[in-house]
């Protein structure tokens, strides 16, 4: 399973920013997709998740800015981001649990990031 997200880049304090994430090959069903953020020296963390069942959790730093979203039959999750701050400038992982084959286990997969800079 390979995650392609798109949508970072520079953007000033106060602007927004859409990330985005599919997920293709052999997928059987989904049962969550997330987004993740690093910066140099500290463990990723998390930023957003959402179920199957459209259960959403946000990390408290970013409630009520950012929103996460699917689309089931694309396989893809997005992040809308407004009201951006320079300390959410960081890598963005989007992940998901995955089951490829109806007797196969979930299993993690990650995307190769990509880099939003909030400037001040």
């Known amino acids: 399973v390979q995650l392609q997200a798109s949508g970072g880049g520079l953007v000033d304090a106060g602007g927004s920013l859409r990330l985005s994430c599919t997920a293709s090959?052999?997928?059987?069903?989904?049962?969550?997709l997330g987004w993740y953020r690093q910066t140099p020296g500290k463990q990723r963390e998390l930023v957003a998740r959402i179920t199957r069942d459209n259960n959403t959790n946000y990390a408290d730093s970013v409630k009520g800015r950012f929103t996460i979203s699917k689309d089931n039959a694309k396989n893809s999750t997005y992040l809308q981001m407004d009201s951006l701050k320079p300390e959410d400038t960081a890598v963005y992982y989007c992940?998901?649990?995955?089951?490829?084959?109806?007797?196969?286990?979930?299993?993690?997969?990650w995307g190769q990031g990509t880099q939003v800079t909030v400037s001040s």
């Open positions: 090959g052999t997928i059987f069903s989904i049962n969550s």
């Open positions: 992940n998901a649990d995955v089951r490829r084959f109806s007797a196969s286990p979930y299993r993690d997969a």
